[in-house]
T-cell receptor, first 115, second 114 residues
Framework: KAGVTQTPRYLIKTRGQQVTLSCSPI?????VSWYQQTPGQGLQFLFEYFSETQRNKGNFPGRFSGRQFSNSRSEMNVSTLELGDSALYLC??????????????FGEGSRLTVL | AQSVTQPDIHITVSEGASLELRCNYS??????LFWYVQSPGQGLQLLLK??????LVQGIKGFEAEFKRSQSSFNLRKPSVHWSDAAEYFCAVSADGGYQKVTFGIGTKLQVIP
């Protein structure tokens, strides 16, 4: 069974540009969460989607947005990039129904560098 | 709001020695608690979880953790560390077994020396 797939794995952008990251969850998982990981900050929750609806949102500025498609694939977008947006962006999927065990299944992340 | 504190940012242990990683949580009701491990260049993998019942839970790779409500703690232990255990470990809490957002601690980086 394929795991969570994130693309691209690495990317370099410059300040002011925008970026779109993609996440394909495990087949059958309908919940997708996004986290930002930086040294010293750990994992910061960005948002979570379920059935194309944003269920939860973290404390990030409006430059960070996301969406989920009918096939559960999700994208997140960061506009007007700042140097501080350099981070590893992790996507995690899970069941959110009777099969839910509470476990999040993580992808390997997209490492964004902003110059 | 729920929160997780991992007081040790970096721990070094000798191979074969015992290990205990500390985790304290803040949440009003009974929390759902998790430990995840992240190897370099990879995503996070679940080691173990506690929802209810026996307060000592067993996980993968020989790890165990004990839930102590009176101390608001969920410490991770392993009796004998292997070099392959070198990684970063994250404690996490959720209000409702994953139906609410999962909040992670800052992580503890484990170094294993021969």
């Amino acid at each position: 069974k394929a795991g969570v797939t994130q693309t691209p794995r690495y990317l370099i952008k410059t300040r002011g540009q925008q970026v779109t990251l993609s996440c394909s969850p495990i087949s059958g998982h309908r919940s997708v969460s996004w986290y930002q990981q930086t040294p010293g900050q750990g994992l910061q929750f960005l948002f979570e989607y379920f059935s194309e609806t944003q269920r939860n949102k973290g404390n990030f500025p409006g430059r960070f947005s996301g969406r989920q498609f009918s096939n559960s694939r999700s994208e997140m977008n960061v506009s007007t990039l700042e140097l501080g947006d350099s981070a590893l962006y992790l996507c995690a999927s899970s069941f959110l129904d009777s099969r839910n065990t509470g476990e999040l299944f993580f992808g390997e992340g997209s490492r964004l560098t902003v110059l | 709001a729920q929160s997780v504190t991992q007081p040790d940012i970096h721990i070094t242990v000798s191979e074969g020695a015992s290990l205990e990683l500390r985790c304290n949580y803040s949440y009003g009701a009974t929390p759902y608690l998790f430990w995840y491990v992240q190897s370099p260049g990879q995503g996070l993998q679940l080691l173990l979880k506690y929802f209810s019942g026996d307060t000592l839970v067993q996980g993968i790779k020989g790890f165990e953790a004990e839930f102590k409500r009176s101390q608001s703690s969920f410490n991770l232990r392993k009796p004998s560390v292997h070099w392959s255990d070198a990684a970063e470990y994250f404690c996490a809490v959720s209000a409702d077994g994953g139906y609410q957002k999962v909040t992670f601690g800052i992580g503890t980086k484990l170094q294993v020396i021969p």
